[in-house]
Structures are given as structure tokens and as C-alpha cells.
């Protein structure tokens, strides 16, 4: 039996993030034949020729120009520029002879929805954000009923409290790593703090800074290693980090080590991953990938993350400097309980964010039809 085609939609046409990365990880399901299509050709259309899967370009005009939180203002301004992305993403959609169209970003989401209003293909919308707005609420329930499906990374990324019946929790996938790529581990004194990713407020890094410099001011012999770097317009909020840990005495304590790759270098030498997002994050890779290695997570309970492990047996929940301090007071005395978490959390990565398990649950829904 032939392949379906999935034609999968970006409204970005360079890497931003996470996002892009899982786009590529659904673009590799060997149970489907992909192709792509961008607003313009950039660093995602070179990856994908460098993979060998076809890409199309959709101008957006200024469909473009929407940053969240939208306003309905934005909906009126930018109408007529969706409806002719519409338009043009339901021809290329039946030249491609696609079975799905497979959206990555809420502009995509917005543009295919129309084209399916128009009767283009069926859509299957993939959600990575949570809604904060009452007019994003309603934008999700909007793609929801037009969407043949809806796909969420975490649950908290739909608003309500049932799920629609066309609605799916689906974990992304990572390819799990094995965690012999890991330089040994140093001693635990110091016990050795990671934070992985970027340098903006939504990671929550000031409040980081704030619960170490509590714990270390208790008596905790630790040690904070920043790998990440701040976009340039979070600049400010990079240099108030940087302004904390000197204002706090801590740079001999809190290192910044900047951007780096491969996952030897990114989690080497840390004992525990630190995910402090206060923001909700729907789904943070660097749980899923601390946890394939073995690295014990201490993550703020927001958005996807108490959804990501079990607490006290997989990963640790925190929400304040004095579970924070409890937590790794109790990882440092107790070997047993560090191995026995590091265990059941390669254990969890296994079961539940697998790649194999990510393409097979989509591919699902590509066989149910319209």
C-alpha cells in the first residue's frame, strides 16, 4: 500500500526554536511521504533539500506581520492576505496529491483552517503553545472544529476541560540517547545544577538565580552551569541575570557557558536539570532529554511539565526555594534515592517520549481519513 502524502506547513522559514526541531522529527515518519512547505526559502527549506524532502513556498503577506498575544484588530487587518495563502495552499495541496495538510505554527493553523473552509485538504493541526487570552481560547476552539484533527504536545494546551473527540495528547519524540555519551560524572561535591536552553523570561532563569542563592545560603555545597543564550531581543533580561549573580556574589557559583551542541556537551557534568519555566511550557525538550540520560529534573509545575514524570519517582516537582532546597538536600545525602530516580527516569523517557511512539501515534490519524 502506498505511502500518504503529508504536506507540512510552516509560517517560519528559519530554526526559532524547539518547534522547528519537532517539525523535522514528523517529517521523518517512515510511514508517510513528507513535504514541505515555507513562507520563503531559509535555513528550514535548506535542511529539508539537505534531507531530500520536497518544499513549496506560500506568501503569507502580511498574515505575517501577527505576533502573540493577537488582537481581533489583527484578524480584519490580515483577512484578504489569508484568503489568498488560502487560496494558493488548496492548489498546491491538490498538485501535490496530499492526503493531509500538517501545520506547525498558529499563521499555518489559520491559513490551512481557511483553506479547509474552502474545501482544501484535511487538516490535521499540530498545537505547541498554551492559550492565555480569551481571544486565543477561542481561536483553538475555532481550529478545532474546522481541523479534521487537533494534535496537542501537553495537555494544558487545550483550554477546556474535556477533550474534543477529533483532539489528541501526543508527547513529542527525541531520538533517546544513550548515556554512555556522557563524560563521567564529577563527585557531588559540588552537586552540579544544569540549566539547558534559552535565556529568556519564560524560563524563568531570575527565579533560579533566586532559589540557588537560598540554598547555597543554607549550607548546600552547589554549583549552577548556564548553557543557553539570550535572543537579541531579550537582551535586557540577560543582563539582568547576569547583573543578579554578580549583585548576590555568585560568579564564582553560576557559570555562563553559553550556546553549545550535542548532548555530551549540553548535559555533561551536571547532576540535576533545572527547568524553571514559570510560564507554562506546553512540552521542554530538555526534560525529555535529561530524562533519557538518566539526569534527575527538578521542574517548576507548569504548563506540560507535571505531565512529563512522575513526581518523587521519576522527576522532581518544585515551586518554591524551600522544596527546591529540600529536594536537593535530599539528592545529595541519599546516593540510593539519586540512582533510584536517574533509573525510573531513563525508564519514563522509554515509554513516553520515544520517537517510534511519536510516528506511529500520528500516522493514526493520517489512515482515519476525512
Not at 533510584?340 to 525508564?347: D, L, Q, R
Request: charge should be positive.
Amino acid at each position: 500500500m502506498s505511502k500518504p502524502v503529508v504536506l507540512f506547513i510552516s509560517d517560519v522559514p528559519d530554526f526559532k526554536g524547539g518547534a522547528e526541531r519537532s517539525l523535522f522529527d514528523l517529517m521523518a515518519n517512515p510511514y508517510i511521504e513528507a513535504e514541505l512547505c515555507v513562507p520563503a526559502e531559509g535555513e528550514i527549506s535548506k535542511a529539508a533539500t539537505e534531507k531530500s524532502i520536497p518544499f513549496h513556498t506560500l506568501d503569507y503577506g502580511s498574515v505575517l506581520t501577527v505576533r502573540r498575544p493577537f488582537k481581533i484588530r489583527d484578524i480584519f487587518r490580515t483577512f484578504f492576505a489569508a484568503l489568498r495563502a488560502a487560496s494558493a495552499l488548496k492548489k498546491l495541496s491538490k498538485t501535490r496529491g496530499a492526503s493531509y495538510v500538517h501545520t506547525n505554527g498558529l499563521k499555518a493553523h489559520g491559513v490551512a483552517c481557511l483553506a479547509r473552509l474552502c474545501s482544501g485538504r484535511p487538516v490535521i493541526a499540530h498545537f505547541r503553545a498554551v492559550p492565555f487570552t480569551k481571544l486565543e481560547k477561542l481561536f483553538w476552539r475555532a481550529v478545532q472544529i474546522i481541523a479534521t484533527h487537533l494534535v496537542l504536545v501537553s495537555r494544558p494546551c487545550w483550554p477546556g476541560k474535556k477533550l474534543p473527540v477529533n483532539t489528541h495528547v501526543i508527547f513529542n519524540g527525541i531520538h533517546l540517547p544513550d548515556r554512555a555519551i556522557l563524560p563521567p560524572l564529577p563527585p557531588k561535591t559540588p552537586f552540579i545544577l544544569g540549566f539547558v536552553g534559552r535565556i529568556q523570561f519564560t524560563k524563568g532563569v531570575d527565579t533560579l538565580i533566586e532559589w540557588f542563592d537560598s540554598a547555597h545560603k543554607k549550607g548546600l555545597d552547589i554549583k549552577l552551569i548556564i548553557r543557553g543564550e539570550a535572543a537579541p531581543d531579550e537582551m535586557d533580561y540577560d543582563k539582568k541575570i547576569h547583573r543578579m549573580v554578580k549583585d548576590r556574589g555568585l560568579e564564582k557559583l553560576c557559570l555562563f557557558e553559553g550556546r553549545v551542541e550535542g548532548f555530551d556537551k549540553i548535559y555533561g557534568g551536571i547532576h540535576a536539570n533545572i527547568v524553571s519555566s514559570v510560564i507554562p511550557d506546553p512540552l521542554p525538550r530538555s526534560v525529555m532529554e535529561a530524562c533519557a540520560l538518566g539526569i534527575p529534573v527538578l521542574g517548576y509545575p507548569a504548563g506540560g511539565i507535571p505531565y512529563m514524570f512522575t513526581d518523587k519517582k521519576s522527576g522532581f516537582l518544585v515551586k518554591n526555594e524551600n522544596e527546591f532546597y529540600e529536594v536537593l538536600k535530599n539528592l545529595i545525602k541519599d546516593e540510593a534515592l539519586y540512582k533510584s530516580v536517574s533509573k525510573a527516569a531513563i525508564e519514563n523517557a522509554q515509554d513516553n517520549f520515544a520517537m517510534d511512539r511519536l510516528h506511529k501515534g500520528v500516522a493514526k490519524l493520517y489512515q482515519t481519513g476525512d
